[in-house]
Structure formats: structure tokens, C-alpha cells
């Protein structure tokens, strides 16, 4: 079940990401993850193996994200743990302890977790850095700047970097990577650092 007004989601273990995109997708909204496996992994395995992917970077890890959720015990009982809104504070935290267990703990059988509208526009800029010192020295301007990029991801080979960022439509690029940058590894000419981005709504990323 969908509480758009909430911006939860209660989903079965066996639901794809795939599905839950085209449900939500109608009302704008979007769980932050980007495992292995894309939309054909089920909720189930993204909570047993915590795996949020590089989108960790801007939203978090799964077990931040969820609120709750119902498993089967070992003995066969049915236990639910935590509740259907943001805050909510009854209970242990048992979903905490089951992301990332691997179904060692229990079987779950279906999880909430917290949705995040879609926004207009997402950006994804290619840095080649050109050297490891110099890929190095963008990862400290952009963990230093005030840019929040949703996701950073390493590309081996070539030897590259992914950033994606929410951005508005007016944004411009080039300005921003010379921002981020040192004197020293700065993009441009001589730098060892090229760079280029695209824009695309953000339901196209999904």
C-alpha cells in the first residue's frame, strides 16, 4: 500500500523494484536505491542484503530508510515491528536488525520504508581525472563543497567518476566542476581533470 500524503510505502518482500517504480510513478515519488541487479531485485533481497547502491551516498543506507516491518520468526511466528509513519518510535527496532542479515534471522514478509518525490531534474556529470592523485583530489572538493550529490560512483575501466546531483533546469555545469576544484585540479586545460554532464528528468533515472 502506497500513502502518497505520507510519503511511505508498505511493500510485500516479493515485489520488484521495477513494480514499485510503475506504482509510484503516478504520484511522484521514489525509493532511493540502486542496487546490483536493477529493477529486476525484489524489496526482499535489497533489506536482507542492504544493498542501496551508490544512491546510499545522498539518501542513505536501506535500513535508514525503513520504518517497519512484519517477518516470520524461526518458531513460526508472525512478528511486526515499528509502524507505518516517519515518526514513530513504538516498539524495537527490528528492521534495523534484519537489513542486511541475509535471511539468517527470520523470513520477511513485507517492509515500510520512506518514499522521496521525484524531482524535476537530476544531473549526471563524468569526471575524468585523468590520474588516481588527481581523481583523489576531486573526491575531497566534492565531499567539501556545498554541491550534495545523490550518488558518486567510480567507473573501472576507463578510470572515471559518476556524479549525480538534483539540479534545477537552469543549471549549468561548467561553473559548478570549476567550483569543486582546487587551482590544482581544476578542469581544464593542462589540469588532468575533463569534465562533462547531461540533464534528464529525474523519472527517466529511476
Given at each position: ?5 505520507d510519503l511511505v510505502a508498505t511493500v510485500d518482500s516479493g515485489v520488484t523494484l521495477a513494480q514499485l517504480g510503475a506504482a509510484l510513478l503516478p504520484h511522484r515519488l521514489w ?176
Amino acid at each position: 500500500s502506497i500513502a502518497p500524503a505520507d510519503l511511505v510505502a508498505t511493500v510485500d518482500s516479493g515485489v520488484t523494484l521495477a513494480q514499485l517504480g510503475a506504482a509510484l510513478l503516478p504520484h511522484r515519488l521514489w525509493w532511493p536505491v540502486d542496487p546490483p541487479g536493477g529493477g529486476a531485485r525484489s524489496i526482499g533481497s535489497v533489506v536482507a542484503t542492504g544493498t542501496a547502491g551508490a544512491l546510499r551516498h545522498g539518501y542513505g543506507p536501506v535500513r535508514d530508510q525503513l520504518l517497519g516491518c512484519t517477518v516470520v520468526m524461526p518458531d513460526g511466528r508472525a512478528v511486526e515491528s515499528g509502524g507505518r509513519v516517519v515518526k514513530n518510535v513504538a516498539g524495537y527496532d527490528l528492521g534495523r536488525l534484519m537489513t542486511g542479515s541475509h535471511g539468517a534471522l527470520a523470513l520477511t514478509l513485507d517492509t515500510t520504508f520512506k518514499l522521496v518525490p521525484v524531482a524535476q531534474t537530476s544531473c549526471t556529470v563524468v569526471i575524468t581525472p585523468g590520474s588516481l592523485p588527481v581523481m583523489s583530489r576531486v573526491l575531497a572538493d566534492i565531499g567539501a563543497s556545498q554541491t550534495m550529490p545523490s550518488a558518486v560512483e567510480l567507473e573501472m575501466p576507463p578510470g572515471r567518476l559518476l556524479v549525480r546531483t538534483i539540479v534545477k533546469l537552469s543549471f549549468i555545469f561548467v561553473p559548478w566542476a570549476r567550483n569543486l576544484s582546487s587551482p590544482a585540479s581544476m578542469a581544464g586545460p593542462g589540469s588532468g581533470v575533463s569534465a562533462s554532464g547531461s540533464q534528464v528528468p529525474q523519472s527517466q533515472t529511476m
